[in-house]
């Protein structure tokens, strides 16, 4: 008999299994991922979790037989009679049928993990051409450890690895140790005259290799390489501008609200590290915390150039555009004075495009409002302007909250594929 | 009762010796008493984790790589995770050595319960009863398992993962239609496959020829000579075993689709026993750790404590909800095979007139071990039923027989009850539940259309006016035809042979046809 502890053997053999699974309905899960994503707050999304899947695609078919007359043996009567006519009671009767018969299952539920969760949520997702372009050329110079080399600054010297070596040598060549010719010196003090003239040829023999071999040879010596990389630029901010003057409704505000999460869950995705700015504005604009944000009360006219002109003091003053991917996302309901429109048209295009690897607009509007018969807000028709001039502005129109992962998918879809079908 | 020093463990906790010291103890009950006869133990211990892995893959250690054992594996975890489901406390596999996983999170009553039951029980089932001997071959499954992973990953290599998906898809649907039911064939010997299918290929490459492709073919025969009786004799209709009869007549398929279908047939019939004889195979399993711990408890190697804990479990294993009950979900094969098995050792031994009457072959023959060893080597589960089903144990579980006709409006007939005049009837239904003739449906190749368009030609008997469902049915004719290549029509034919129902399906396009 042998007993073998499988305990400590690799886990998850069923992890390419899964995977399979998972590559075959992703289809099917991405909807489900999508459609678990409305209810949650976004924040949430990030957690996985579980998810159902109509169990009709992934369905394993067989001959199965169903219908006709059946017989059955069941245990446990207690006042049936030979001949007795049972009438049917629907469900309990079909309970007390076929067992493992019928797959009554209509949905399949499991668990993905938080990667696999977001992976299928942002499948498709790709940063913008233009955001790829400056992305190549922000990078910049940065060092990497590379081994070690036999020249270089005394700074860089490696003594670890030097002394290793000379260690090496030292055993290699059978260099001897000043401890041996110690003791035999303190053996020269108590002996005859015969070994006297043998210890000392030896103690000089000794000591003539220890002076032909050093204790440290200049092959020895090692210097830490360093090698330059191209580093791409790993951070990124997040600006989040919104009007809240009084005719933003909080219907609006979850929308815009909702985007910016999303594009928070991609762009922490894509960067190492993610920095939100939040900036509301009146005809003033000022920073402010994502509570008072989403929730602190404001009223006052509309200037947008006033939240323009805020995000690019706070891009001077803290984001070198050369160290940050800087992310800008406009929410607003599209008012806004017309002799603001200027100052905007010259701030965008002047400062903040420039700068920016993105900037999106989305115009929210009220629910079920049908935005189709309203005339074009005064935003609308001054950026829409701008893009006809050739501005590398995204616009989008959103009213109902299902709306939103739809645009945004828009926003960031993956481009190439279309390309790579072309070529 | 001895001192306490001869126990073979304290409380709960166990190690490798003692695990050792459980298995030779039961060991020494399960030759000298039992006279058992097993393969090579082999225990190995697990996480839970592995043993959800190996639950997906149908209990097997190592197995080919499929997106189904992913679904069931998600699907389980799921459960699990949620408590919905208990882990079982081992997994044993039909092998020579026989391997049993213990779950390391078991105390020690319950590793050895779980030695007794697995490691003796099913062990000495898997190696003598007749259908094990039959249809598999203990000593090869798991280089034949090996084998198989290996040429399937192989495939999708040269084959593309598509391709090979699509094909064992295909050959899913239709396992349980391509088992060989009756004997006759010689016995499988699985190593031998192996090499079979190494030495094909070589074959093939080495006969290769250009030279054949331009030898003229003779004159084409006419249809008459091809004479649907001489045709059927040729492809050896009708054939039952769907997989088998694609695999060796399908004609576009590739070698190593053929190869791929073998393989999916061969683990079908390696199934298949275990499929005919839960009932038994549990009953036996059951009754040996039954009776293996209550000999330990008298012989003081195990303590009072432990020995209520297994008996705690063993009751929880074997008990069986009536049909009103809201856990019923049909019989406990636990609970009936070990019911049968207790009442067959009272016949055995102590039996009263109406045993006598009935049983007159083992009624107070005296030696259980031999008549029970008798049984588990000869019997499945159908005749095993039909054969020693006792009128005392159907009164104690009060078993009856209903008759369901849809066109009954009046209800549901109760046709026989646990009388006198009832005892036969009840017992030949419930034999029939567990006879695979019956529980599957009879489908068989009839025909192909040689002479035009290659259709190939199925029919389902239909059995009691049970007929394929209608949804799944063309799901699994979609993928029987993507294999044949050609049209596929199956025909519902009730005993009288008036058609009942019709399918036409025509394949799709696969990825493996353009390779």
């Known amino acids: 008999m042998h007993i073998i502890d499988r305990r400590l053997n690799p886990g998850s053999k069923s992890l390419e299994n899964r995977q399979r699974f998972l590559r075959r309905a992703r289809a099917l899960v991405q909807g489900a991922v999508k459609k678990s994503s409305q209810d949650r707050d976004i924040k949430d999304v990030l957690e996985g979790g579980e998810v159902s899947i109509p169990l009709d695609g992934m369905h394993e078919p067989r001959f199965r037989r169903e219908g006709g007359t059946r017989d059955m043996v069941l245990p446990g009567n207690k006042k049936f009679v030979e001949g007795d006519m049972l009438p049917r009671s629907g469900e309990s009767r079909r309970k007390a049928s076929g067992p493992g018969e019928g797959d ?20 498709d997702l790709e940063l913008p051409d233009l955001a790829k372009r400056k992305l190549a050329q922000a990078e910049s110079e940065g060092l990497r450890r590379a081994g070690y080399t036999t020249s270089g600054s005394p ?25 041996t010719i110690a003791q035999l010196e303190a053996e020269l003090a108590d002996c005859d005259e015969a070994r006297r003239a043998a210890l000392l040829a030896e103690i000089e023999t000794l000591k003539a290799k220890i002076r032909r071999i050093p204790f440290i040879d200049p092959i020895d010596i090692r210097y830490r390489r360093f090698e330059t990389v191209p580093k791409p630029v790993a951070q990124a901010v997040m600006f989040c501008l919104m009007d809240v003057s009084g005719s933003m409704s909080e219907h609006m505000k979850d929308l815009a609200k909702r985007f910016y999460m999303l594009l928070y869950v991609f762009l922490t995705r894509r960067y190492r590290h993610v920095e939100i700015v939040f900036i509301r504005h009146t005809d003033r604009a000022e920073e402010v915390d994502e509570d008072t944000f989403f929730h602190g009360p404001a009223s006052g006219g509309t200037l947008v150039s ?34 603001d429109s200027d100052a905007v048209s010259r701030l965008l295009t002047d400062k903040i495009l420039p700068v920016s690897q993105f900037f999106a607009y989305l115009e929210v509007g009220e629910a079920g409002g049908s935005t189709f018969e309203m005339p074009d807000s005064s935003l609308w028709t001054l950026y829409q302007r701008l893009r006809a001039e050739g501005a590398p502005l995204s616009i989008r129109k959103v009213s109902e909250r299902s709306e939103i992962f739809p645009v945004f998918h828009d926003l960031f879809q993956r481009r190439q594929k279309r390309e790579k079908a072309a070529s | 009762m001895t001192a306490t020093t001869d126990r073979l463990f304290e409380g709960a906790d166990w190690d490798f010796q003692t695990l050792q010291r459980i298995h030779d103890a039961c060991e020494e009950i399960a030759r000298s008493e039992l006279g058992l006869d097993t393969y090579p133990n082999q225990i190995e211990v697990i996480t839970a984790e592995q043993m959800l892995d190996a639950y997906s893959s149908v209990g097997m250690p190592l197995f080919y790589k499929h997106w189904s054992f992913g679904k069931h594996f998600a699907h389980q975890e799921a459960s699990y995770r949620k408590g919905l489901m208990g882990l079982a406390y081992e997994i044993v596999i039909n092998s020579s050595p026989c391997i049993s996983y213990l779950m390391e999170e078991n105390t020690a009553t319950m590793q050895t319960l779980v030695i007794a039951h697995a490691a003796f029980g099913h062990n000495h089932f898997f190696k003598n009863n007749y259908l094990f001997k039959q249809w598999t071959d203990a000593e090869g499954i798991l280089d034949y398992l090996d084998f198989a992973k290996n040429y399937v990953a192989q495939c999708e290599e040269r084959h593309g993962r598509l391709a090979v998906e699509q094909t064992l898809d295909a050959a899913h649907a239709l396992m349980s239609h391509g088992i060989d039911r009756y004997p006759g064939k010689k016995k499988l010997d699985l190593r031998a496959e192996e090499k079979r299918a190494g030495d094909r290929r070589l074959h093939e490459e080495g006969a290769f020829n250009d030279l054949w492709r331009t030898v003229p073919t003779g004159p084409i025969k006419s249809p008459e000579l091809l004479n649907t009786e001489r045709r059927r004799n040729l492809l050896g209709l009708p054939q039952e075993n769907l997989l088998y009869f694609l695999e060796k007549t399908a004609p576009r398929l590739q070698p190593w689709q053929r190869e791929v279908l073998r393989i999916v047939r061969h683990i079908a019939q390696y199934f298949y026993p275990q499929s005919q004889t839960k009932v038994m195979n549990e009953g036996t399993a059951t009754y040996v750790h039954y009776r293996i711990m209550t000999r330990l408890h008298e012989q003081g190697q195990i303590s009072d404590g432990n020995f209520l804990e297994f008996l705690q479990s063993h009751t929880n294993v074997v008990f069986q909800p009536e049909f009103d009950d809201q856990r019923f979900s049909g019989f406990n094969p636990y609970a009936l095979g070990f019911a049968m098995m207790q009442d067959i050792e009272r016949i055995v031994s102590s039996p009263d007139d109406e045993d006598r009457e009935w049983f007159p072959d083992i009624a107070g023959t005296g030696d259980v071990m031999a008549v029970l060893r008798d049984i588990w080597a000869n019997y499945r589960d159908e005749s095993f039923i039909s054969q020693f089903l006792s009128p005392r144990l159907m009164r104690h579980l009060r078993l009856f027989h209903l008759h369901d006709d849809p066109a009954e409006s009046a209800g549901v007939l109760v046709d026989a009850i646990h009388d006198e005049r009832g005892y036969r009837r009840v017992r030949r239904e419930l034999a029939r539940q567990y006879d695979v003739g019956y529980i599957d449906a009879n489908i068989e190749v009839v025909d192909v259309d040689l002479a035009g368009d290659r259709r190939l030609m199925l029919r389902h008997s239909v059995v009691k006016g049970a007929q394929l469902n209608e949804a799944d049915a063309k799901r699994v004719l979609q993928h029987l035809a993507d294999l044949w290549s050609y049209d596929v029509s199956l025909v519902e034919v009730d005993p009288t042979d008036t058609i009942e129902k019709e399918y036409v399906v025509s394949p799709r396009e696969l990825a493996a046809a353009a390779a």
């Open chain 1, 155 to 179: 700074a860089n010297l490696s003594v670890s690895r030097t002394v290793r070596l000379a260690l090496a040598r030292r055993v290699a060549l059978r260099r001897p140790r000043p401890e």
């Open chain 1, 306 to 339: 006033s939240a323009l002109e805020a995000m690019h003091e706070i891009v001077r003053s803290r984001f070198r555009p050369a160290d940050w991917n800087i992310y800008a996302a406009q929410a607003s309901d599209g008012d806004n004075s017309t002799s």
């Open chain 1, 104 to 123: 009554s299952e209509d949905a399949f539920r499991f668990v993905l993990s938080r990667d696999e969760f977001v992976d299928l949520f942002l499948d």
